[in-house]
């Protein structure tokens, strides 16, 4: 008999346990939504959070927390629980070594939710130089070590006869953003292959020595890392006239009176050229959510679908500019939504 009173209360403290995992998990419980990560993709999540509360009015306002990518990442993969975050916003897809770290502290069951596209934007002042690049321009000027060797340019004229003799200030993301990630991939990566081909397979064979020669972006001065608040690069340019900044295509589209996109290899950033694809800085935004927080944070599953109901082309999101995505894209992650379906992490790099 007291084995099976042992019995029935281990299946109860079980029990209690699966339901207790995502509102408590041994530090309380929690009414509010939490969303951190992508500075990029923090003014979206805000604006349905807005919309969100105003449909809801009984619902408590969710908390966006503007982390970077990588910082995000981090806390969202920290565990499952009323102390960890519901949602974190990506400006890149989720890496397979932060999968498997969200697996590891229990967060195994992930959403991936594709939310719209993006372009990795490099603006200047309306009274700026004028700069037309390509990613090899980039490249010998924001990579530390173009060629093999430490990167000794000081004006754009140095990485190309053909531009302007005006010094190589360029405003960007930190480390921990998705849109430092980006630029790496999507435009120093690609300047890297078009003077080393071979630094393709490079890539998968020596990875340290592929980021050393590719990818890895100056620390000597003329990138600067602006933090995590894209605005402030915004408030720089106008100040200082001869910079480029690095930012969110929404940034550029928002100061469109303030500032002019530079064209990457005669392709100006715009919101067809993001949608074409003919934009070399194009990239996906996500969202990912714990599934485990939907049965046990409130409001949670309203959020998305709120989301979902807002990333149209015709939507607010798009006003706010976001790029919307295709039709089959959009459809996918309703369904996503709909159907609680998981990400498999075999997909990930």
């Not at 084995?3 to 995502?22: E, G, M, P, W, Y």
């Not at 990588?70 to 932060?98: N, T």
Request: glycine share 10%; aromatic share 6%.
């Amino acid at each position: 008999m007291r084995r099976h009173l042992a019995i029935l209360a281990v299946t109860a403290l079980t029990l209690s346990a699966c339901n207790d995992q995502a509102n408590g998990g041994g530090a309380g419980s929690r009414d509010q939504i939490k969303a951190v990560g992508s500075s990029t993709v923090y003014p979206f999540t805000t604006l349905v959070a807005e919309q969100f509360v105003n449909k809801n009015p009984g619902m408590k306002a969710p908390v966006v927390e503007s982390t970077g990518t990588g910082a995000g990442m981090k806390l969202f993969c920290a565990g499952v629980g009323a102390q960890h975050p519901d949602i974190v916003d990506a400006s890149r897809r989720m890496k397979l070594s932060e999968f498997k770290t969200c697996s590891d502290n229990g967060a195994d069951r992930i959403m991936e939710i594709q939310v719209g596209l993006d372009g990795i934007a490099f603006a200047e002042a309306n009274n700026g130089p004028k700069l037309a690049l390509t990613p090899v321009d980039i490249y010998l000027a924001l990579a530390a070590n173009p060629k093999g060797q430490p990167n000794s340019a000081k004006t754009w004229k140095d990485v190309n006869p053909g531009l302007p003799a005006v010094p190589i200030q360029v405003y960007g993301p930190p480390s921990t953003s998705g849109t430092r990630d980006a630029l790496a991939e999507l435009i120093l990566a690609r300047g890297c292959a078009a003077i080393y081909p071979d630094s393709i397979a490079m890539k998968d064979k020596k990875p340290d020595e592929y980021a050393n020669a590719c990818t890895r972006i100056r620390d000597d001065g003329p990138y600067v890392d602006a933090g995590e608040n894209d605005n402030l690069i915004v408030q720089k340019l106008q100040s200082n006239p001869n910079a480029v900044g690095i930012f969110g295509y929404s940034y550029l589209e928002e100061n469109k009176d303030k500032l002019i996109g530079v064209p990457i290899s005669g392709i100006v950033p715009t919101y067809e050229t993001i949608t074409a694809g003919t934009y070399p800085g194009s990239r996906p935004l996500f969202i990912y959510v714990k599934k485990a927080h939907l049965t046990a944070i409130p409001g949670l599953p309203q959020f998305l679908d709120a989301y979902a109901g807002a990333w149209g082309p015709d939507g607010p999101l798009v006003k706010r500019g976001l790029i919307a995505a295709p039709q089959s894209v959009r459809d996918a992650s309703a369904a996503i939504i709909k159907n609680g379906t998981t990400l498999d992490g075999r997909v990930l790099n």
